[in-house]
């Protein structure tokens, strides 16, 4: 959606929760519902990232839309016959329609659908991880972290703004800008931020705390697609992540703990932009670059203290059917 030459997100959002007590009809409940996630896409690779780090991969089951789609959003064209095997449709607009015939908003990545009704009961991706925190604690696994602390709650919120604001939602204001204007005006911010980020981590193993947060989860998301992705598509191209000692050490160090890297599908991330977004890409060709192998050297963060896990420990190795396939992301 586009304002005078300025990206404007639509943020109306099928805000229905999944909680503990179940209050908006929905309550947790394992196997009742189905998280939809592109591994393309940021805002659901939040959700696919903190599934795995609580070990609700059994409480929770997903669905993984193909990373191309045309205007009526996502399909399952990576599964047999291009049918999500538990929902049985071929679209995800299909799980909103059924909860909502009129539906006129974006089709969009994270949704959980409530498998007995094939509705969507919610889109709303910041309060999606937030709930699997804090709401399917009953489901967590043993040793899972401790993700939105109460002690570090406002602390975490004050950061997640300023990222959503100026880094997540900022790359997507610069690459789609309609203007020079407003495209110098979200680089600048964008790389300002990125600044002030570099200052917080240089002395800190992790955002907020000395252990992983959501707010590490959200950053991260947005910096593991840099490289490959907003530095040449969105035009954010001060510096390239890796040309940013501090953070590329930082996103490094986050790459290759469990729970993050392991969920990362590079091939997913560079098809989905460079193909699905014609409007800035008309050929739609996918660059062979850039090499992707550096994720995997040593980051030396760990001497900066820290336990990533706090009390907990990591997550074990992915389950076959959900690892990433071969040759997509270098493996941690
Ligand atoms: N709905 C959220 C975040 C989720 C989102 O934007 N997902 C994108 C992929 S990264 C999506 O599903 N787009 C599908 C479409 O617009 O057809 C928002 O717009 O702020």
């Keep these: 959606m586009k304002r005078g030459g300025e990206y404007a997100r639509d943020s109306r959002y099928l805000t ?7 209050r908006d009809g929905f309550p947790v409940e394992p196997g009742r519902y189905r998280l939809v996630v592109s591994r393309a896409c940021p805002w659901a690779s939040r959700a696919v990232i ?16 193909g990373p191309t789609h045309d205007q009526r959003s996502w399909t399952f064209d990576l599964d047999p016959g291009g049918r999500d095997p538990v929902l049985g449709i071929e679209r995800l607009q299909d799980a909103y329609f059924a909860r909502d015939p009129g539906y006129d908003r974006g089709i969009t990545v994270p949704a959980i659908v409530d498998v007995p009704t094939g509705e969507v009961v919610t889109n709303d991706y910041a309060q999606i991880t ?10 967590h696994r043993e040793g899972a972290p401790a993700l939105y602390p109460p002690a570090l709650r406002p602390e975490i919120d004050a950061v997640n703004e300023t990222v959503y604001g100026d880094v997540n939602n900022g790359v997507y204001r610069a690459g789609f800008s309609g203007s020079q204007e407003s495209y110098a005006a979200a680089y600048e911010r964008l790389f300002n931020r990125l600044d002030l980020l570099s200052r917080r981590l240089e002395g800190s193993r992790y955002l907020v705390g000395d252990t992983i947060t ?4 959200r950053l991260f998301t947005t910096l593991v697609r840099f490289d490959a992705v907003y530095h040449g598509h969105f035009k ?18 986050l790459f290759q703990t469990p729970g993050f890297g392991d969920t990362v599908d590079f091939d997913h991330i560079k098809r989905h932009y460079y193909m699905v977004h014609r409007d800035i890409n008309p050929t739609g060709i996918v660059p062979e670059g850039p090499d992707l192998s550096n994720w995997l050297t040593p980051h030396d963060r760990a001497a900066l203290g820290g336990r990533p896990f706090g009390d907990g420990k990591p997550p074990e190795a992915v389950a076959p059917d959900e690892a990433v396939p071969a040759g997509h992301t270098p493996l941690p």
């Design 236 to 253: 954010c191209n001060r510096q390239k992540l890796s040309e940013m000692p501090v953070l590329w050490a930082y996103a490094r160090d």
């Design 214 to 217: 959501e707010a590490d989860v």
């Design 130 to 139: 937030i709930d699997m925190s804090l709401e399917w604690t009953a489901y």
């Design 16 to 22: 229905t929760r999944i909680t503990a007590d179940g």
């Design 50 to 65: 903190v599934r795995r780090l609580l070990g609700l991969e059994q409480a929770l089951p997903m669905a993984i839309a």
